[in-house]
């Protein structure tokens, strides 16, 4: 219980200077909000605990964090389950019902290109990470060796930054998080939308090969042997920035 408190006094302190920072509109005056990480939609306590403290603390909005790393915390046929919630539980489900005892609206909270952060492969066989490793960013040039990634940061312990990203510029990558978001916003009556993670890994990543082939199509003058001055091209720059432009758009 102590645990708990703190850690959402920590996470109320970061959201209200957060929020602090933002010149809210005049309607979202009165709006108070708090984030609820994935670590406390594990089961029914948990997320009890967070709404509890959102009451006594006034907070009428949450985030609730309901995709991580590739993975959901409700019942998706597209995202791999989430291997830290137990039985049959629906996490988003019960927070949204249990959320009306209390009057707070809920969004769903999504990083969006983030997928995969720790060392080793994740223990879910339909994790994208495994079955779609084509679809990562890159900044060599070529598809990931997932497996010789994840091998090197053992043996080293050197991280891969932030860990493993989609590819923006990646065709297939768009389509994916699209029926994602679809079939979400269909099976729950969520507030809101959250993106989180809405970027490249880096300035230096949008080298999937598959989006190299799109921006070539796009930018059919450019000599495609030039890779390496490709970065200094201020359609390099537009390309990417507008792959992310029209995903939200759509």
């Known amino acids: 219980m102590d645990s708990i408190k703190v850690t ?5 302190f970061i959201a209200l200077l957060f929020l602090s920072n933002i010149q809210l509109p005049v309607f979202a005056s009165d709006i108070q909000a708090m984030w609820v990480v994935r670590d406390y939609m594990t089961c029914p306590e948990y997320i009890d605990k967070a709404l509890e403290f959102a009451a006594e603390n006034n907070f009428n909005h949450i985030f609730a964090q309901v ?57 879910q066989d339909d994790h994208i990470l495994k079955t779609h490793s084509q679809w990562l960013d890159t900044k060599e040039f070529q598809y990931v060796n997932v497996k010789k990634m994840l091998s090197t940061m053992n043996r080293s312990r050197v991280p891969n930054g932030e ?5 923006p510029t990646h065709p297939d990558v768009e389509k994916y998080l699209l029926n994602i978001i679809t079939e979400l916003v269909r099976k729950y009556p969520v507030d809101g939308l959250h993106f989180d993670y809405i970027r490249y890994h880096d300035f230096e ?28 091209k201020p359609s390099w720059g537009d390309f990417r920035r507008n792959k992310i432009t029209r995903f939200i758009e759509k």
Do not use: C
């Not at 959402?8 to 109320?12: C, H, P, S, Y």
């Not at 860990?163 to 590819?167: D, M, S």
């Open 205 to 232: 990543y949008g080298f999937n090969p598959e989006g190299m082939k799109v921006f070539k199509d796009e930018y059919q003058s450019l000599d495609q042997t030039t890779y390496s001055v490709i970065r200094e």
């Open 163 to 167: 860990g493993f990203f989609l590819a």
């Open 8 to 12: 959402f006094g920590r996470a109320v």
């Open 67 to 123: 995709r991580g790393r590739g993975d959901a915390y409700y019942k998706s046929d597209i995202v791999s389950r989430s291997d830290i919630v137990k039985s049959d539980f629906d996490p988003l489900d019960y927070i949204l019902r249990q959320s009306k005892r209390f009057n707070i609206k809920v969004h769903a909270w999504i990083n969006v290109y983030y997928l995969w952060s720790a060392s080793r492969m994740p223990t």
